[in-house]
């Protein structure tokens, strides 16, 4: 069994963007500036927004962080959206989900400049994606290939099975495990809350991709020998320790770790991979600014 180490690869993108950076820097040239909103004070979506502002400086990037109370309207965050679309000092930005119930998601990722969307949710970018077009791939997914790629897992002609159809991450994953080129061209099924029989399709996946939420959800005897096991699940556990929770993922890692030929740990697999992603993305962004420019 081989750890698909999501810290380690994370790392060593972020090396690789802090280079780029200094050469546009040495250029003279500006340095990519990413952007994120938060609306409201939830715990999770704080610490996460803070670790990808940390993540901006580390690599060289400018970051602006804008809070919004919990009580704004659905108008004046679609005003925020537009200042954002037309200011030209940023590159791209993201809006942190979930937003408070008086908002509609759907109308705020709509608003968003599909050239900043470097969350890569906006419909026109998912499009493109599901058409093997260039553009913005949803950082999670993203960050998936790359895990696949820079370990070598081999997935054409290989069965993948994604649990969890979710627009961030089952259902692009499922597009881009099936599409052509490496890492894909592997035959996918999309399983959910009413597959029948979920444990016989995941005994014979060879590569199972696992986003559901669900604490321990994927038990050994559901997973057949040798098969890549990619956990994106995060859940907090209650238990005795300091902190009083644990992070969980949605595999019973202890025992399905000894079947598998890669798995991805949690924390430290796909959590730090979305980071990194999503800092390539705003990279991408700049530099596309720049042939236009």
Known sequence: ?????????????????????QKMKEKGEKVPHLAAVIVGNDGASLTYVG????????????STLIKMPSTTSETELLKKIQQLNEDDTIDGFIVQLPLPDQIDTQKVLMAIDPKKDVDGFHPENFGKMALDMSTFIPATPFGILELLERYGVETKGKHTVVIGRSHIVGRPMSILMGRKGFPGNSTVTLTHSYTKNIAQITTQAD??????????????????????VIDVGITRVNDDSEKGY??????DFEFVSKKASFITP??????????????????LAREQKLLKD
């Open 1 to 21: 069994m081989q750890l698909l180490d999501g810290k380690k690869v994370s790392d060593d993108i972020k090396n690789e963007i802090t280079a780029e950076v």
């Open 51 to 62: 670790s990808k502002v940390k993540a901006c400086e580390r690599v060289g990037f400018e």
């Open 246 to 251: 644990r992070i969980t993922g949605d595999v």
């Open 266 to 283: 949690v924390p430290g697999g796909v959590g730090p991979m979305t980071i990194a992603m999503l800092l390539k993305n705003t990279l």
């Open 207 to 228: 590569i199972i991709i696992t986003a559901l939420g669900v604490p321990n959800y994927l038990k050994a005897e559901m997973v057949k020998d040798d098969a890549v």
